[in-house]
DNA sequence: TGTACATCAGTGAACGCGCGTTCACTGATGTAC
DNA sequence: TGTACATCAGTGAACGCGCGTTCACTGATGTAC
């Protein structure tokens, strides 16, 4: 063995990492081969010992997006516990935070390439699934610890809307030219998913700052 | 004068139309000038009398969505009297309605392109802004004009969380592989749009079929 | 009415560039002795 | 410890294709007389 064992898969890991950060910024077909390579240290010859090819890269960066650990809490922009109590308002604030709409580069894909996955392939589309399943799956289990149960559909029901209205805020902010109005964007969508996960009051406070 | 006084501007508009079409279903990036042109009628040669560039072409159909008359409802998937009292529940209804979800070629570009927009220049921003603005009007007027008003800034972040709502609601629904999945959500976020207009009772009724 | 003409909308071949993909080669690494 | 070697990760030139863009040309149209 000329190279040390773990060699291949980091060099593996890096290449994705790569992709990943610049899928979120351009989409897939905006990105070249160079481009990705580059950013991994690389040069382009060396991709297809690694892939099959671009199209192939894009579903494993997809699917990675969810799997791996590392990655699992990358979406939502600051660190979230996901087995506390509050959990669901935690998520809800992280997903629609400053950060998240920032940093677009480690962004959660769904916010970032949900139209380039609708035109995708199977693979893409069933990737984005699970995502949005484990999301919602939060949520629900963050409306269900509250102390007002509701009925397990209405629960369902709940934390699919909020898991819309967190991904649409975010999507919607970003395309929006004027940063002040991306900014009240995200503030109505996070105090309406608020209300509807039963977090909080439905009478607000008047707003500070 | 060798061509009817006509001919010229109503040509450019199929050429917009066939982009619009095109932009829609497969994004800005992967269309090519070949494919709007035939979808026109057109051959290739044709376009650089009628636009000077492709990115050009991209700004002048985004900014059509809105401003040109007989594009304007047509994000809404179906005909939406937009003075009418009940304009609100009727857009969202519309909106999230299954011909929108499945008619992506005449889909609001909101839904279909946002995350391209979000990689776009200013100009192709500020056409969303402008879309976006007008929705989230139709829908704060919707809200206004009910029996029990709230305050004015709790109607327009209203507004803005129903638009945001619809968009993401139709955004994710698009971009997952299970069709009865995306139906529940849009079903889902149905449900919630038109409780935070204020439009339907919080208590939901058993669902039928 | 019919013919010659001027205009210009649209054609399609050609150009150049970038990118996905391939491949013969280089050189860095760990191993054998 | 040091040297020769086998392996294979990574290189970069080359290929071919598609697409944005250009341009000399064709031919359809309305007008002049």
């Known amino acids: 063995m000329p190279y040390p064992a773990g060699h291949r898969p980091e060099v593996k890991k890096r290449i994705i990492a790569s992709a990943r950060r610049l899928f979120n910024r351009h989409g897939f077909q905006a990105v070249s081969l160079d481009a990705i390579m580059a950013g991994a240290g690389l040069t382009r010859g060396g991709f297809y ?19 791996e650990p590392e990655w699992q809490s990358c979406w939502e922009g600051v660190e979230v516990d996901l087995a506390a109590r509050d959990a669901g308002p935690q998520v809800v604030r992280a997903y629609l935070s400053r950060q998240h709409y920032e940093d677009v580069e480690n962004s959660c894909p769904m916010v970032a390439l949900p139209t380039d996955v609708s035109r995708g392939d199977k693979r893409a589309r069933r990737a984005f699934e699970t995502v949005f399943a484990a999301m919602v799956s939060v949520l629900e289990r963050g409306i269900a610890a509250r102390t007002k149960p509701t009925q397990g559909r209405n629960r369902r029901d709940a934390a699919q809307a909020i898991a819309a209205l967190c991904i649409g805020g975010m999507v919607v902010a970003r395309a929006l030219e004027n940063r002040a109005a991306a900014d009240a964007l995200r503030d109505a969508c996070m105090g309406a998913a608020l209300r509807l996960g039963g977090w909080r009051p439905a009478q607000r406070r008047p707003r500070r700052g």
């Open 49 to 67: 010992s690694y892939f099959g090819s671009k199209s192939e890269l894009y579903a494993e960066v997809l699917g990675c997006f969810f799997t």
